[in-house]
């Protein structure tokens, strides 16, 4: 069973950037991998997803503010999160997409403040 280990989230003031990286235990290649969110009480959200061979594809609520890319030589995906928002506060995840093929990993707090 591939191991998630998301890292790269933290406290910035709203207009600031986060990358965020997701490493996985072993190979990503064949996999579509995407980015979620959460915050309490509601559902995991998709942020951003990416296919084994690029063509990204994002939410609504973050397109033009972040860019999802992967190193499959690595077995890595990133989130380059800009212009943040407060509205943007919650624990990131990343797993496959659409279905969650992989354990979940523990996630990255990103809080964004006023």
């Known amino acids: 069973q591939v191991q998630l280990v998301e890292s790269g989230g933290g406290l910035v003031q709203s207009g600031g950037s986060l990358r965020l990286s997701c490493a996985a235990s072993?190979?990503?290649?064949?996999?579509?991998m995407a980015w979620y969110r959460q915050t309490p009480g509601k559902q995991r959200e998709l942020v951003a997803r990416?296919?084994?061979?690029?063509?990204?594809n994002y939410a609504e609520s973050v397109k033009g503010r972040c860019t999802i890319s992967r190193d499959n030589a690595k077995n890595t995906v990133y989130l380059q999160m800009n212009n943040l928002k407060p509205e943007d506060t919650a624990v990131y995840y990343c797993?496959?997409?659409?279905?969650?093929?992989?354990?979940w990993g523990q996630g990255t707090q990103v809080t964004v403040s006023s």
């Open positions: 797993n496959t997409y659409p279905v969650f093929l992989f354990s």
């Open positions: 072993g190979s990503i290649l064949s996999n579509y």
């Open positions: 990416i296919q084994s061979g690029g063509w990204p």
